[in-house]
């Protein structure tokens, strides 16, 4: 039995005149790309096909790249806004440190990467939601090259890339002198527009540019000039107004919509993108949409041979019907969007799990709505999520337990799940910026964590999503397969229970979210009658199938979660490690101390010694436990080097001893060793016989 309660959680100005000339490759982009713009598209052109479960199959891990690893101290300060303790200043993270962890995202086992914009912000944001350049990468992530290669290397690893993007606004660099601005002014009135300082916009929104067509020439052109938002549920509001003052692009114009596709399709041919998350995407009218989303999957298709190129949106909102309409020919016309982000089933998380406190048949009636609201392409692959970086942490209002039940639920229920970095590692920050805390070992951290590494692969939460993801790789019901509810509670917290079934496979899932025992009544399965299932999270519990094939009742503690499938189904898991010495990111470690590694299972001795490496390195002998699942390596001569990060490394050659499977990615454990210990000579005082150490009043042979 798999009780949330075992989990040890250890860590605890005026316009400035100029001109500017589009540069000739862009001009050479746009001709070309933007064709694709004003072509016509069926209904469904470019649109993936409902039967394909390419993403569906997918599990997404999303990371702020600012503050996943610095890979790279060079570039840190490219835009002078580097400090390690500021709130919103760039920490230094970027595609070269993104690139140097993709075995811990892969260990993870997830199989998408999902890292924040791309391009220039004005004012070198280290989020990337500010954009002033769209056409160029912007240094403090590395340049073009480094993103190039850090998309290459993932794919070579199996791993999908997915860039966020923007197309409503760029950053703050506009504003008016006209008296009320910046409260909102409906159409046909509105405000002189001017920049505010010397930085603009470059091409092609630089309206400086001689090679414009004329009637582009003016701000009011390009932007939408009726102040900021008053009211969020006034559709004129937010998609007209400016969203915390950034410059509202007016998307309804050709200009606007042809160069949006020409950007994001430079993007898709010179990086290799596989999918694109779309922010903001409820602030722009639907018709940019219809317009804009056939283009980019058409030319994903033809240009870079990616049929399955997927985008899905950030619709900030807990209305079906509207999160809905943006989903395939939902409001009608062209096909829109792929997917969204599932920010109806977010806002039931808390409730459910979180704090545990609402009645689990919301789910259930959630899911009700999805064959009402979505495309029939969308209804499986709505992208679910516990938090992000647009919302506190689950952990700051909630408990490891139910953290650990919520996942499960995240990995075993429908649709396309997505971590927020941090979350396999306990991060609990409140609200924006705080929950963008440094995985790497930096200065803004969750409690106590300053100067911590958190890429831990023996965290409990960590082991966890792991072996979910292992689940959801060995059992293509708990992703292909169809939802089936078997029990909700109607009245508050408790029991949820709900099939996958894909052929001959169904996977029985269970939860109790409330805060005692709770006893499930007999659901019906497609198991024949006496099939032994087993509980994936505790293979010691084996229940039977009864005579009319239903479950038996079953007993379910407090805050824990059951995953059921017929123990003639079950397959091995990959080994992972379990635990190790010294602990990750360990101090003042001895340069003589052993490495010890348990792994989950017994190994094959030789092939995890082969696989076995540290940098800087050091020899030393191997012994292991008499059940072939516990290493321990002893360095020799003076040990591992002095004052040094010692990276201890396992690559995916080792294998276990039982199946024969690899780990899923190297493993990697870090500490820091302390100074060397003295050496000390020893002697034999004459006629003592005696050795003593040099230095004491003793006269020595020589």
């Known amino acids: 039995m798999f009780n949330c309660n075992d989990l040890l959680i250890k860590l605890s100005i005026s316009e400035p005149v100029k001109f500017n000339l589009i540069p000739l490759e862009i001009v050479g982009r746009m001709a070309v790309l933007c064709l694709a713009a004003f072509c016509f ?6 649109a993936q096909s409902a039967s394909n479960g390419f993403w569906q199959a997918q599990s997404i891990y999303q990371i702020i790249t600012d503050r996943f690893f610095d890979g790279d101290t060079s570039n840190n300060n490219a835009d002078n806004n580097y400090s390690a303790t500021g709130t919103t200043s760039v920490h230094g993270g970027d595609f070269k440190g993104a690139e140097q962890k993709l075995d811990y995202i892969k260990a993870l ?40 290669h850090f998309v290459a290397t993932a794919h070579a690893r199996g791993l999908l890339v997915i860039d966020d993007i923007v197309c409503n606004h760029g950053d703050d660099l506009i504003y008016s002198t006209d008296a009320g601005y910046a409260n909102f002014l409906a159409p046909p009135a509105g405000y002189t527009l001017k ?61 606007v919509r042809s160069n949006m596709a020409a950007i994001y399709q430079y993007w898709i041919q010179q990086v290799g993108i ?20 056939p283009a980019v999957h058409a030319f994903a298709a033809t240009n870079s041979a990616r049929p399955n190129f997927f985008m899905f949106g950030e619709v900030y909102d807990g209305s079906e019907s509207l999160c809905g309409s943006y989903t395939g020919t939902e409001s009608g016309g062209t096909f829109m969007l792929d997917s969204v982000l599932d920010y109806p089933l977010y806002f039931l998380v808390d409730s459910v799990f979180g704090s545990a ?14 064959a009402t609201y979505y495309d029939t392409n969308a209804q499986s692959r709505l992208v679910t999520f516990l938090d992000n970086h647009d919302q506190p942490r689950f952990l700051n209002s909630s408990t490891t337990n139910r953290l650990a039940v919520a996942l499960a639920f995240l990995y075993t229920s429908r649709g396309i799940p997505c971590l927020y970095y ?51 790789r060995l059992y293509p019901a708990l992703s292909l397969g169809a939802y089936v509810s078997q029990f909700s509670n109607a009245s508050g917290p408790g029991l949820f229970a709900y099939s996958r079934r894909l052929g ?109 490496s540290s940098v800087p390195a050091a020899t030393g002998t191997f012994s292991w436990s008499a059940g072939g699942d516990t290493l321990t390596f002893l360095p020799a001569g003076a040990g591992f080097a002095p004052l040094t990060n010692i990276t201890v490394t396992v690559s995916n050659t080792a294998v276990d001893a039982i199946s024969g499977k690899p780990l899923t990615a190297p493993y990697h454990l870090l500490f820091q060793t302390t100074s060397a210990p003295p050496v000390v000579y020893f002697s034999s005082p004459a006629g003592t016989g005696t050795v003593v150490p040099l230095g004491t009043n003793t006269t020595y042979l020589i």
Request: glycine share 8%; hydrophobic share 35%; charged share 10%.
């Open 504 to 612: 001959t496979q169904e996977v029985f899932v269970v939860f109790n979210t409330g805060s005692s025992p709770q006893t499930l009544p007999a659901c019906g399965l497609t198991y024949a009658p006496d099939t032994a299932l087993v509980n994936l999270l505790a293979p010691n519990e084996i229940i039977s199938v009864t005579g009319a094939s239903q479950t038996p009742a079953i007993s379910v503690p407090s805050s824990t979660a059951k995953i059921f499938i017929a123990q003639s189904q079950v397959l091995p898991l990959d080994p992972v490690v379990l635990g190790n010495s010294p602990a990750h990111s360990a101090a003042n470690v001895s340069t003589l101390s052993p490495v010890v590694m348990q792994f989950s299972k017994p190994m094959n001795t030789n092939s995890v010694q082969a696989a076995f």
């Open 109 to 148: 086992g997830a199989t998408a990467i999902w890292i924040s914009p791309i391009v220039l912000n004005g004012h070198g944001q280290f989020h990337g939601y500010a954009a002033r350049d769209f056409y160029h990468v912007d240094p403090h992530w590395g340049s073009l090259a480094d993103l190039q």
């Open 274 to 293: 596989d999918g694109f998350r779309i922010d903001t995407v409820k602030h722009i009218e639907n018709g940019f949409w219809q317009s804009w989303c």
């Open 357 to 370: 406190s609402g009645a689990t048949s919301q789910i259930d009636s959630h899911y009700a709505n999805i």
């Open 422 to 472: 941090g979350t396999e590692q306990a991060f609990d920050g409140p609200t924006d910026p705080y929950n963008r805390e440094d995985m790497f070992a930096g200065q803004f951290k969750d409690a106590g964590l300053n100067g911590v590494d958190s890429f831990n692969e023996t965290h409990p939460l960590f082991q966890l999503v792991a072996k979910l993801n292992n689940f959801r």
């Open 195 to 255: 920049y505010s300082s010397s930085i603009t916009y470059a091409p092609p929104f630089d309206i400086y540019n001689s090679s414009y067509n004329s009637a582009n020439n003016a701000l009011t052109n390009l932007f939408h000039n009726y102040g900021g938002i008053p009211d969020y549920n006034t559709s004129q509001h937010y998609q007209l107004g400016e969203l915390d003052g950034l410059d509202d692009f007016r998307t309804e114009t050709t200009y």
């Open 41 to 46: 598209f069926s209904a469904r052109a470019g």
